[in-house]
């Protein structure tokens, strides 16, 4: 069994072969930092850190990079106005560009790790990557592959790459008449897109060349460059929101294949967008949310990791208080049903996994910094096939449902099913320790942080009776629906029950009333 994932490119669902023995290297565009990141970008983070945590939980080691986009992303239309993001920025915020770029960096990473994302290994910046870009475009220059125009502008020529347009699936000609009216009359082509652009008046963030003047790189150079320069001429899996297909992904094959040799990810995987009101969550339409959101109205950010697990990762998922709340009330049932099991034992066959762990937003490394946080250094995790060999001595029916648990995950990550089964797991004639064993290993690529749910119960009994647990979980559900009325009514019933309800930062804790 081994993960399999539609790629964009050939349009086929393939297995993960990976390209080293035992590792994967895996290339995502990160974070623009000139904004908050919403919660329609975690949505794309997410997948790949749950492509991350499948490979992981196959025992392969992952190495994964993820830009940060900190000079001017060329995606915005200003970009062709000469615009400088971070100028506009720096003018609305009475701030230099660097401070802009280090502020929405840190908040990415503390929304990174509020909702379990493990942290890449290497978070490269492209402002202190100019001089592999630099070197990139010249040897596109060089083999003819890009040509510069007297206003200092480089462009990559389409038309000298014979694979352009393969994976956005565009042919040139259409591309042409798309650009149709665009006003940049130094481009030979209309469909060619920029490697570099001259500086022009006003903007902040430029740098020197040798060849071509002073300016700033394209969005697609970044990311060529950087991914070269971690992850070698071909790594394994590129990811990115669906939107990033054209031009961006297209555009990087154009820049990287002739002078890498290959094509330079074996799996493009891209995730569907999150939609708010039936349209893209995107700061421009203004329906735009941070996950400090929902903690600021009292809500688990985990809630929203959870609700896109409701849904495959190739299709739109709707974004709205409602899912929201419906995807909290799951969760809270989920580890409420955990919790009745009883906490793990410290020793034995059916102590609990170690997890992994994401870490507080200050233990993230920042730029450049490699090693290999996220595997749980030190918190115990050693990579084993966990899913073809688990560590529990399974009875024959808990081994079929972790069975069909891989082959969901496998089944280019059908979460749905994988939730399923959870439900199915819990309600399995087999014993609390064989169950809460079961549902533990699968967090390990959930990430829903399910080993804390008795964190809180220290001092209320292991064993809840299942009244009082059912009771627990719908007064949490109905606090998020901010039914009070109910949630005071279910407060009464326990206490009928001798049940003290006490809430608290972290949530309600139930304990038997002295
Ligand atoms: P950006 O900062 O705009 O480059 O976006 C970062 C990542 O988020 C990219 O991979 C985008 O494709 C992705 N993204 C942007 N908007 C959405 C959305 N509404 N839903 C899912 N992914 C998105
Ligand atoms: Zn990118």
Not at 82 to 91: E, F, I, R, S
Not at 403 to 409: C, G, H, L, M
Request: hydrophobic content about 40%; proline content about 6%.
């Amino acid at each position: 069994m081994m993960l399999h994932l539609r790629d964009t490119l050939t349009r086929r669902i393939q297995p993960v072969e990976p390209l080293e023995s035992g590792r994967i290297r895996m290339y995502t565009c990160g974070p623009t930092v000139y904004r908050f990141a919403h919660v329609g970008n975690l949505r794309s983070f997410l997948l790949a850190d749950l492509i991350r945590r499948v490979l992981l939980y196959h025992g392969l080691e992952v190495l994964h990079v993820k830009n940060v986009t900190d000079v001017g992303h060329l995606r915005d239309e200003g970009f062709d106005r000469g615009q400088d993001p971070m100028l506009v920025q720096a003018g609305l915020e009475s701030k230099t560009p660097e401070e802009i770029a280090a502020a929405y960096e840190a908040a990415f990473h503390a929304d990174e790790a509020a909702v379990n994302i493990l942290p890449a290994h290497v978070f490269p910046r492209a402002t202190e990557h100019i001089p592999e870009m630099l070197r990139l475009a010249e040897a596109l220059e060089d083999a003819g592959h890009a040509y510069a125009t007297p206003e200092g502008n480089v462009y990559y020529s389409v038309g000298t790459f014979p694979g352009y347009g393969r994976l956005s699936g565009n042919s040139l000609a259409e591309l042409r008449a798309g650009h149709r009216g665009e006003v940049e009359p130094d481009k030979r082509d209309p469909a060619d897109f920029a490697l570099w652009k001259g500086a022009r008046e006003g903007r902040l963030l430029k740098w020197p060349t040798r060849r071509w003047g002073v300016g700033f790189p394209g969005w697609h150079l970044e990311c060529s460059a950087m991914a070269t320069r971690y992850l070698g001429p071909q790594f394994d899996i590129h990811t990115g929101g669906i939107d990033n297909v054209f031009p961006h992904h297209e555009d990087e094959i154009a820049q990287s294949a002739p002078i890498g040799g290959s094509i330079p990810a074996r799996h493009w995987v891209h995730g569907e967008f999150l939609l708010s009101d039936g349209h893209k969550m995107a700061k421009s339409a203004g329906n735009f949310q941070r996950v400090t959101e929902l903690v600021d109205r009292g809500l688990d950010p985990l809630a929203f990791r959870y609700l896109t697990l409701t849904s495959k990762y190739g299709r739109k998922l709707e974004y709205s208080d409602r899912s929201l709340r419906a995807a909290a009330a799951a969760l809270e049932s989920l580890r409420g049903r955990l919790r009745v099991l009883g906490a793990p034992p410290d020793s034995g066959p059916w102590v609990a996994p170690s997890a992994l762990v994401a870490g507080s937003a200050g233990d993230r490394p920042s730029g450049i910094a490699a090693g290999t946080a996220g595997h749980g250094d030190g918190a115990g995790y050693v990579p084993h096939d966990r899913a073809g060999d688990p560590t529990a001595p399974l009875s024959a029916a808990g081994r079929a449902l972790h069975d069909r648990f891989v082959a969901a995950i496998d089944d280019d990550l059908d979460m749905p099913v994988a939730l399923a089964l959870l439900r199915e797991i819990l309600r399995a004639p087999l014993p609390a320790d064989e169950r809460r064993w079961l549902i533990l290993d699968a967090d390990l690529v959930l990430g829903l942080d399910l080993h804390r749910v008795w964190e809180d119960a220290h001092d209320a009994p292991v064993d809840l009776p299942e009244a009082v647990s059912k009771l627990r979980a719908e007064r949490a559900a109905a606090r998020l629906e901010r039914d009070f009325v109910r949630s005071d009514a279910i407060r009464e019933e326990l206490a009928g029950l001798g049940w003290e309800v006490v809430d608290g930062a972290e949530g309600s804790t139930v304990r038997r009333r002295v």
